[in-house]
């Protein structure tokens, strides 16, 4: 850390997920803040995450990115892998969308495709409020204006965007075929490994939050289902142009 940060207001905080960094190449980094210097933030161990603070410009605006993600498959508790989101807090982030790479449950929605975050399942079994009477209400985690802004920036762009219900699972395995039955069960549209912790400290702590699923392959057992990280990587950098240029929008459209 060099610069004096206390001029730096952002109008948006972005968490990238899987081979989602292509949205850094639009920004203008001031400063970059490896998350080996703050302590407290596990570092991140995952190919095709990065693990460092970007504070940015996008034309006037400033944007916090979080390039990179802890998970808490790599050994991390649910409360220091939302270390990220409580410092992204610290630094004035009101407003946060939380990227991922996930496999698609729901036969109308293809990879290749989006998928805004309506609502979560968490099957992960663990939460980052742990240790105290924390009954925070997570009746709408995801907000419907923030959702509806994404949706306006896909339609403008013919991006297919969908919304549905993510369900989060431990990992680092992917799902048996058995269990993508039992998930699809549940409600859930698609599946991943990350966002619902980080959603919810986010809501927890009063900001407004937008999920954006990168559908990268079927789920398990689903006609066309190949799962191996290689290919979740190059799904998501495929896509990340698109995810660029919702994020710009948001920013130079959404949030004067
Ligand atoms: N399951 C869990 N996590 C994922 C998947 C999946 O199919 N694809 C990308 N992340």
Same mark, same amino acid.
């Given at each position: 850390?060099?610069?004096?940060? $206390?001029?730096? =207001?952002p109008?948006?905080?972005?968490?990238?997920g899987?081979?989602?960094?292509?949205? &850094?190449? !639009?920004?203008?980094?001031?400063?970059r803040?490896?998350?080996?210097?703050?302590?407290?933030?596990?570092?991140?161990?995952?190919?095709?995450? @990065?693990?460092?603070?970007?504070?940015? =410009? !996008?034309? @006037?605006? @400033?944007?916090? #990115?979080?390039?990179?993600?802890n998970?808490?498959?790599?050994?991390?508790?649910a409360?220091?892998?939302?270390?990220?989101?409580?410092?992204?807090?610290?630094?004035? #982030? =009101? =407003?946060?969308?939380?990227?991922? *790479? *996930?496999? &698609?449950?729901?036969p109308?929605?293809?990879?290749?495709?989006?998928?805004?975050? $309506? @609502?979560?399942?968490?099957? &992960?079994?663990?939460?980052?409020?742990?240790?105290?009477?924390?009954?925070?209400?997570?009746?709408?985690?995801?907000?419907?204006?923030?959702?509806?802004?994404? *949706?306006?920036?896909?339609?403008?762009?013919?991006?297919?965007?969908?919304?549905?219900?993510?369900?989060?699972?431990?990992?680092?395995?992917y799902?048996?075929?058995?269990?993508?039955?039992?998930?699809? %069960?549940?409600?859930?549209?698609? #599946?991943?490994?990350? &966002?619902?912790?980080?959603?919810?400290? /986010?809501? *927890?702590?009063?900001?407004?939050?937008?999920?954006?699923?990168?559908?990268?392959?079927? %789920?398990?057992?689903?006609?066309?289902?190949?799962?191996?990280?290689?290919?979740?990587?190059?799904?998501?950098?495929?896509?990340? /142009?698109?995810? %660029?240029?919702?994020?710009? /929008?948001?920013?130079?459209?959404?949030?004067?």
């Open positions: 850390m060099t610069g004096d940060l $206390s001029a730096f =207001k109008v948006l905080g972005v968490v990238l899987s081979g989602l960094g292509g949205f &850094t190449e !639009l920004l203008h980094v001031t400063e803040i490896g998350y080996h210097e703050l302590p407290g933030m596990p570092e991140s161990t995952v190919p095709g995450h @990065d693990g460092a603070f970007l504070f940015a =410009k !996008l034309a @006037d605006k @400033d944007i916090l #990115v979080a390039s990179g993600r998970h808490l498959y790599e050994g991390h508790s409360r220091a892998a939302t270390e990220g989101i409580r410092f992204m807090y610290e630094c004035g #982030v =009101k =407003k946060l969308v939380l990227s991922n *790479a *996930a496999g &698609t449950l729901n109308k929605y293809k990879p290749g495709e989006w998928m805004g975050i $309506s @609502d979560h399942i968490n099957l &992960t079994g663990k939460t980052p409020f742990k240790g105290g009477a924390n009954f925070h209400d997570m009746s709408e985690v995801y907000s419907p204006a923030f959702r509806e802004q994404l *949706a306006t920036a896909a339609r403008k762009r013919k991006f297919a965007l969908h919304e549905g219900v993510y369900a989060a699972v431990l990992g680092p395995q799902e048996t075929p058995a269990e993508v039955r039992m998930i699809r %069960g549940f409600g859930a549209d698609a #599946v991943g490994m990350s &966002t619902v912790h980080e959603a919810m400290q /986010a809501k *927890a702590l009063g900001l407004e939050v937008a999920g954006l699923s990168c559908l990268t392959n079927w %789920g398990a057992g689903m006609p066309g289902a190949s799962l191996n990280h290689d290919d979740v990587l190059a799904a998501g950098e495929k896509a990340s /142009a698109e995810l %660029g240029e919702m994020l710009a /929008a948001i920013v130079l459209e959404g949030c004067a």
